[in-house]
């Protein structure tokens, strides 16, 4: 036996372990015998009073507290070790010890948490630990519990959710008594947030929408606040604040909103979830397509892209002179393109209630312009039926690549077609009308010209073949006048002489004169109507022979005579032959040029014979009665004269 040591109420009682003596070895520090390899020996322990008495048997220890015990009574110990063939040993020494009065001391300065929160759990506070005291009672505030370490120096405490703030202490105990508390150790138990009320703000937000505000009632106990929002929303302002404002990006998507409060506690119970809907923005236009030349007044020309993603609408920017005709605020539209329309950019942008989306990249439309306004045409306001090579101009219109010419019926281009310029022939039967003229291109007709009124006179139509004597004796009939039966629209004549040197005509009306020079040979007479403006087409002409006719004279014989008279006559004449004897005779009237215009042949003559002949028929001039007969030839000349 060690030691016995006195306490309050007890001994405290310390021995060692005893050689066995025999072959075995003791291990110090396992306390065990070795015996035999395989197996192990524990030594075990028989404690006993002075007396003989057994306090306690089979200690594995080499101590043992013996409490309850009377204080100011002396105890005496011994102890036997039980050997490893089960015996026991000799008894060791005897040890005595009296039990005292003794309290703990006083309780030290309590380590710990000052602060904690309402729910917290394993909280440590210990004290140092207190001389004499064999056990320790801890004093906590309200709510807070010892779930570790009860009676001891070191606990482990629990705070419910509804502890209050308080003091620790702890005092020493044992069977004398309890011993000083120690200090108060205070701590201060903190209340978890609230639970977070309902987010009010817009349920209904649209993709790139910024500044929109949320808030939750203020949350009790709560220092801050942590929000929870859907992919692509951003707090801008008032974050850790029940008030939040918030941006949503251009590819945010819906969710739930959620908010929390916390304090150094934690964090308290969530809101509800606030459904939140965001709403994309149209997508980004694509590439327009439809014609990129289109021309001046050019009509239902049609414009579509791809539909845009997410658009309820479109809105499309046209060039200037363009204008919507059909498909407004959908993704095809048609166009009409006035005639100042000018070329420019088309776009389009699909709209939805969160805005406009990307507008589409510029489609470029060239818009070709339509031929200017035709000018003044200059040119004759003022033509005949049958004139030719008359030219019409205008000045060159803008952007035409071509003209249109209206002309009146009856005239015919005949060059410069499709030009500003162009020459007309107008037919015989051309009639009065309006000139104009319109330039054109590919992109159509530009305006016309003011009308150009063109007068188309009546030409005079062909007149009769002049009458007259178609034989001339120049040197006896030294003038002779000639005749036409007109013609249509003609208010005067133009009479000519072919050759010129055959003789001088004048005279502007039906009637001719010709004043026959000393020339011979065949001259042919025609005429022509014509008017104010017009001359017609000449007659058919008139040939005339033209003679001195001095190869041709007047012959008798004397067996009979011819007399003709009246000479000159307008054609009725009378002949008179005497025949001294009884003769058979032909009778004939011929020209100049000796060709017979008249003849009866076999004529009975015998003294006085009459015979009355009607040449009404023939051009005035000059002829010859020719009588033949066995006995001879017989020529006079008459002239007829209408």
């Keep these: 036996m060690e030691s016995a040591i006195p306490g309050c109420e007890k001994n405290m009682l310390n021995w060692s372990s005893a050689n066995t003596g025999k072959d075995q070895m003791f291990n110090s520090d396992s306390f065990l015998w070795k015996l035999i390899p395989g197996f192990e020996y524990i030594p075990t322990y028989n404690l006993y009073y002075g007396d003989g008495t057994l306090v306690i048997a089979g200690l594995t220890d080499t101590s043992f507290v013996d409490q309850g015990l009377v204080t100011g009574t002396e105890y005496c110990y011994y102890v036997t070790q039980i050997l490893p063939d089960s015996s026991e040993s000799v008894a060791s020494n005897i040890l005595c010890a009296t039990p005292e009065m003794i309290l703990p001391e006083a309780a030290g300065t309590i380590t710990g948490t000052p602060n904690v929160c309402e729910g917290q759990t394993n909280v440590q506070y210990s004290v140092p630990v207190i001389e004499n005291a064999d056990g320790y009672s801890w004093i906590l505030p309200d709510g807070a519990a010892i779930v570790s370490g009860n009676n001891t120096n070191l606990i482990l405490v629990d705070y419910s959710d509804d502890a209050l703030s308080g003091n620790v202490a702890v005092t020493g105990t044992n069977a004398c008594g309890i011993g000083f508390a120690s200090p108060d150790f205070s701590v201060t138990v903190s209340s978890m947030p609230g639970i977070a009320g309902n987010i009010s703000g817009l349920s209904t937000v649209c993709q790139g929408q910024n500044a929109v505000i949320y808030s939750v009632p203020v949350i009790e106990n709560a220092v801050g606040y942590i929000w929870t929002l859907p992919t692509g929303a951003s707090i801008v302002s008032g974050y850790n604040t029940h008030t939040i404002t918030v941006n949503f990006s251009t590819t945010a998507i819906s969710g739930n909103i959620t908010v929390y409060g916390y304090n150094n506690c934690g964090m308290g119970t969530i809101s509800p979830s606030f459904a939140l809907t965001v709403n994309p923005v149209s997508g980004a236009a694509g590439i327009i397509s439809?014609?990129?030349?289109?021309?001046?007044?050019?009509?239902?020309?049609?414009?579509?892209?791809?539909?845009?993603?997410?658009?309820?609408?479109?809105?499309?920017?046209?060039?200037?002179?363009?204008?919507?005709?059909?498909?407004?605020?959908?993704?095809?539209?048609?166009?009409?393109?006035?005639?100042?329309?000018?070329?420019?950019?088309?776009?389009?942008?699909?709209?939805?209630?969160?805005?406009?989306?990307?507008?589409?990249?510029?489609?470029?439309?060239?818009?070709?312009?339509?031929?200017?306004?035709?000018?003044?045409?200059?040119?004759?306001?003022?033509?005949?039926?049958?004139?030719?090579?008359?030219?019409?101009?205008?000045?060159?219109?803008?952007?035409?690549?071509?003209?249109?010419?209206?002309?009146?019926?009856?005239?015919?281009?005949?060059?410069?077609?499709?030009?500003?310029?162009?020459?007309?022939?107008?037919?015989?039967?051309a009639l009065s009308g309006e000139i104009s003229v319109y330039g054109t291109n590919t992109c159509g007709n530009g305006t016309v010209s003011p009308s150009y009124p063109i007068t188309v006179n009546p030409l005079p139509s062909i007149p009769g073949t002049p009458a007259g004597p178609d034989s001339v004796c120049y040197n006896h009939t030294p003038s002779t006048d000639y005749v036409t039966t007109g013609a249509n629209n003609a208010t005067s004549y133009l009479w000519t002489i072919t050759p010129a040197t055959a003789g001088v005509i004048s005279g502007n009306g039906l009637t001719a004169t010709v004043l026959w020079n000393t020339w011979a040979g065949n001259a042919s007479i025609s005429v022509r109507g014509s008017?104010?403006?017009?001359?017609?087409?000449?007659?058919?002409?008139?040939?005339?022979?033209?003679?001195?006719?001095?190869?041709?004279?007047?012959?008798?014989?004397?067996?009979?005579?011819?007399?003709?008279?009246?000479?000159?006559?307008?054609?009725?004449?009378?002949?008179?032959?005497?025949?001294?004897?009884?003769?058979?005779?032909?009778?004939?009237?011929?020209?100049?040029?000796?060709?017979?215009?008249?003849?009866?042949?076999?004529?009975?003559?015998?003294?006085?014979?009459?015979?009355?002949?009607?040449?009404?028929?023939?051009?005035?001039?000059?002829?010859?009665?020719?009588?033949?007969?066995?006995?001879?030839?017989?020529?006079?000349?008459?002239?007829?004269?209408?």
């Design 531 to 642: 008017n104010d403006f017009c001359e017609g087409p000449l007659s058919e002409s008139l040939n005339v022979y033209v003679d001195n006719c001095e190869s041709i004279s007047e012959k008798t014989i004397a067996i009979f005579s011819v007399s003709v008279y009246p000479n000159p006559s307008n054609g009725l004449f009378t002949i008179e032959l005497n025949s001294d004897k009884n003769i058979i005779a032909d009778l004939s009237i011929r020209n100049l040029m000796g060709k017979t215009l008249w003849a009866e042949k076999n004529i009975r003559l015998n003294g006085r014979t009459l015979k009355t002949l009607d040449l009404n028929n023939l051009m005035n001039g000059v002829y010859f009665v020719y009588l033949e007969c066995n006995e001879g030839l017989v020529i006079k000349k008459i002239t007829i004269l209408h």
């Design 290 to 429: 439809g014609s990129s030349i289109v021309c001046q007044g050019q009509d239902d020309v049609v414009f579509s892209i791809a539909e845009i993603p997410n658009a309820t609408g479109y809105v499309w920017t046209v060039s200037a002179g363009a204008t919507i005709v059909s498909g407004e605020n959908t993704n095809s539209i048609t166009v009409n393109f006035s005639t100042t329309a000018v070329s420019g950019n088309f776009t389009v942008y699909g709209t939805n209630n969160c805005g406009n989306g990307a507008a589409s990249p510029p489609h470029l439309v060239f818009v070709n312009p339509l031929p200017g306004v035709a000018g003044l045409i200059s040119g004759n306001s003022t033509v005949c039926q049958g004139q030719n090579g008359v030219i019409y101009s205008i000045p060159a219109v803008t952007n035409a690549t071509g003209y249109v010419w209206t002309i009146p019926a009856g005239a015919t281009i005949v060059s410069g077609a499709n030009t500003n310029t162009v020459i007309l022939n107008f037919s015989d039967t």
